[in-house]
């Protein structure tokens, strides 16, 4: 039997966790694998049934202390020892730039920030990036697999495997699949509700989504947004706003369940996780027109052609008075994916052949 370590500490942000969840979810049996995850999913009711299978082992490492500065090197501690003692057959790297020595390693890529520059960021994330994608470019030489799930992260890797000649036969394109859906009993917040689950982070662009439906619900009161970030824009304080803050991931379903559409303003997505969850529960999306979401979407989503305010709040009046045109969209956009094979049973699958 094959022993499988996956390294996973550093997937803290709300995209990368249900990445990882999926990836653990369909984790064959048959293996023993150790999964280092991050603390937050500790207590995590969704893998506590996954704890009780006797094969699967789990370690639970807080990203504060051991991030940026003190995470490398436990990369480096636990694969070296690891794999100097031959614990492991394979390591599979879940946190993109995770240092690794071991010369029988897969890399799971989903950080598209990684790969472009950003001028907007301060000198210390500016540094933190730069040793992010030093430790990339390395990994991505050494790997025997680098796994990805868009064609657009595939044109973008591609390009540094080009300008670093680096050989791209490990380079591997997964398809994409729709995440798990599940139902509660929900009550919206407004009448035509639209839902943003976000981090407030500069390249999500909240206060542009947060403005927008402020002007787009000056024309229509019944339009109103539900956003998870806290009461930050205080001077945004709009009663058609609803901020929620972080929240889990049974309240996301619920909030998607209740909603009419989801309204995304993220000028940079690697996976556009949101946009699959809007697929599963059959509602549009108001979206910039990106490659991040035409690869998904293609012409289903109600676009708008630049981040501008005014060009949302049509994109948004648009998507509420042709909605039964959107929805029927999304609907057929939705059959489409429903016949692929799951995304984290083929990646299983093309990593035990392989061991």
Known sequence: MHTILVQGSSCISLGSIEILKQFISYCPRNQKIIF??????????????????????????????????????????????FTKFKLIDHYINFSNYGLCFSSKFSLFFHNSHLINENNTLKKRSKFKLIFKKIILIDNLKRAKNVYIQTNHMLKELSWIYKNKKIDKSNLKLLPISLPKKIIYRSKSNFEFQLFYPCLDLPHKRCELAIKSTINASELNNKIGLVITIPKKYKYLKNKQIYF?????????????????????????????????????????????RLPYVEEILGDAACYFNSFDENDIKNAIIDCHERYDQWLSKIVKRKKLYETLPNTMKLCWDNLISNL
């Open 36 to 81: 280092i995850c991050p603390y937050i999913l500790k207590n995590d009711s969704y893998l506590n049934k996954y704890k009780s299978y006797y094969n699967l082992k789990f370690f639970f490492i807080p990203h504060s202390i051991f991030g940026i500065v003190l995470g490398p090197f436990v990369d480096i501690i636990s694969t070296t020892i």
């Open 244 to 288: 929620c803050g972080t929240i889990s991931k049974k309240n996301v379903h619920f909030f998607y369940n209740s909603s009419k559409a989801l309204l995304i303003t993220s000028d940079k997505e690697s996976l556009g996780l949101p946009i699959l969850e809007a697929l599963t529960f059959s509602i549009p999306v108001i979206a910039p």
